[in-house]
Each structure stands twice: as C-alpha cells, then as structure tokens.
C-alpha cells in the first residue's frame, strides 16, 4: 500500500495489475534460469586454467573463480596447532604459505571441477603443471586433512603418510594436533 501511495505523490502511475504480474513472473524465470545454469555449469564445467593465487589453505583463486580444494580441510589462518613440544605456532597460515610455494614450483594450476559449495565457490582437484594433484600434496604434507565425509576417504593413505611421518599438523600427538586445530570452529575434529 506504501508503494501505492508514493507513487501516486509524486505524480506517478501505477502499472496496470497484470504488468505487475509479468513483471514479476520474469524476474523469477530469470532468477530460476540463472540458478539451473549456475548448477549446470559447476557440475560440467571444463577444466580452468592460471595462475593461482591462494586465499587460505584449502582455497585457491583462478581467473576470479575461486576454487575450494575438494576432499581436504586446512586449518583456518587465524588456527593456532600446538608443535612437538606443545608449543603454538600458526598453522593456518603455515599452510597457506605451503601451498603458496608448492603452487609456484610448477604454474600454471589447472582444475577440474566436481560442482559447488555452500558459498558458491567451485570445489575441485587441482594439479600444478607437472601433473601433481594439489589436494593429495597439502594432506600428504599435514597442512591438511581428509575430508572423509565428502570422498569415502579419498585421500586416506595420504593422511596416514603424514601422521605416520609427523608431518605438519601432525608434528603433536594426534589428539593435540585435532583438538588445536578444530579450535574455536565448534564442530568434531575430522582427524
């Protein structure tokens, strides 16, 4: 009723109901077409190719996409982890410097895509130009986790590497290295 008002204030007209109607019925069809292309695109997207740049330690930028690494969990940058002496260090931004310099060995980064996340972003596996499959490596090297939940445990020999060799995060005894790294993120630890 506002918007009925005003418009008659100000020396307006209305459009008639009807217009009213098509008009909004196009803004959803176009809302509607906008989302099916989205889902399509993530699911049968090819490949993107670039330079990568890293945002955290488990998301990577491309061309202006970004990328959520799928199956592996890095620790956020503000994560504290505790060493082998039970001391702090920052292993989120630890991890994110690692696969900053592993990403940089061998450019450009290409990505193949296994659709969307929650916040839009593209998930995928991505491998460096020599073939080295990124995810692996971040959770081969302890500055990641598997995602067990997403792949089945995809990358779990991977992860048994790291623990086995005290790799990264895992540097601690394993329940320290869990709880330090789940912090203040109120869920259970993935490791």
Known sequence: MTGIKSAV???G????????LVSA???ALGAALATLLMTHNAEAADPI???ASVVDGDTIEIAGERVHLNSVDAPEEWQVCLDERGADYRCGKESASALDAFLSASRPTRCEFAG???YGRFVGT????????VNRWLIESGNA????????????SA???????GAGIWRAQREHACAARVGRMNRKPSC
């Open 49 to 51: 190719i670039g330079q």
């Open 13 to 20: 007209r209305r459009a008639p109901h009807s217009a009213r």
């Open 126 to 133: 991505c491998f460096r130009a020599d073939g080295k499959d």
């Open 116 to 118: 969307r996340d929650r």
């Open 159 to 165: 992860q048994q590497t790291a623990k086995s060799n």
């Open 145 to 156: 986790v598997d995602r067990d939940t997403d792949n089945k445990g995809l990358y779990a």
């Open 25 to 27: 019925g196009a803004r």
């Open 9 to 11: 204030a100000a020396g």
